[in-house]
């Protein structure tokens, strides 16, 4: 399945770069060649991109990858809602760094009598991560 995270990425680099080849949007992406071509077939059949040919510098037809009307305005809700959700994830790494933070803070104050071997440099700054 196409997750929102692809189509925000795939769409960003044809924008940015029309004339990628898939072997180049693979890498970029972090997949396998078979998965960008699946990803893009995927986006060519629900009419978000176009793939139109054209004779790249070593006179090599290659394709050429361009966003529909219909792919700039999905593109413009799939980068909200990408936005939202990287913003929760956010929030939420916050929220987990405090809370590991407060439990370091008070395991060190608790244990500090029985640990020697931390130098009172150490245990301060750690103390004072907040």
């Not at 692809?6 to 972090?30: C, D, F, V």
């Not at 004779?55 to 809602?81: H, W």
């Amino acid at each position: 399945m196409l997750t929102d995270e692809y189509r925000y990425k795939i769409l960003k680099l044809l924008e940015a770069q029309p004339e990628i080849s898939q072997r180049e949007l693979a890498k970029n992406l972090g997949v396998s060649l078979g998965k960008a071509n699946f990803c893009l077939k995927a986006l060519i059949d629900i009419g978000l991109i176009k793939a139109s040919n054209f004779r790249n510098s070593q006179n090599k037809l290659a394709y050429m990858y361009l966003l529909t009307p219909t792919g700039i305005e999905a593109k413009s809700s799939i980068t909200l809602r990408f936005l939202k959700a990287k913003m929760q994830e956010y929030e939420l790494l916050q929220k987990e760094i405090s809370a590991l933070m407060q439990e370091a803070n008070t395991e060190l104050a608790s244990n500090q009598k029985s640990v020697t071997s931390i130098s009172p440099t150490l245990a301060a700054g750690v103390i004072s991560l907040e």
